[in-house]
Nanobody, 120 residues
Framework: QDQLVESGGGLVQPGGSLRLSCAAS????????MGWYRQAPGKQRELVAT???????NYAESVKGRFTISRDNANNTAYLQMNILRPDDTAVYYC??????????????WGQGTQVTVSS
């Protein structure tokens, strides 16, 4: 079954670090962009970071300088390195990707979400 599988969430103290992973599986032709969103309790889902398969990145202002997105294109995997975590980073983090199965057929996928809690 084609899917995105996330891992790496957890509980961390303010100032700490976590690394999230997102692996895509299936008969994949290409994944131009992979990204991370997050949703905190009572708030809308918001963009955290995206990265193209050519290395272009985009970050939310609130995470610039603290978070780094990266990709392993050969293994269809994306990572989110989160440093200097703050309590307001607490949220469920979702991986997303538009996966192409041929040059003209694609589907948008979301991962199941992984909880990140920043608290002392």
């Amino acid at each position: 079954q084609d899917q995105l599988v996330e891992s790496g969430g957890g509980l961390v103290q303010p100032g700490g670090s976590l690394r999230l992973s997102c692996a895509a599986s299936g008969s994949i032709f290409n994944i131009p962009t992979m990204g991370w969103y997050r949703q905190a309790p009572g708030k809308q889902r918001e963009l955290v970071a995206t990265m193209t398969n050519t290395g272009n990145t985009n970050y939310a202002e609130s995470v610039k300088g603290r978070f780094t997105i990266s990709r392993d294109n050969a293994n269809n995997t994306a990572y989110l390195q989160m440093n200097i975590l703050r309590p307001d980073d607490t949220a469920v983090y979702y991986c997303t990707a538009r996966i192409y199965y041929s040059k003209s057929y694609w589907l948008d996928h979301w991962g199941q979400g992984t909880q990140v809690t920043v608290s002392s």
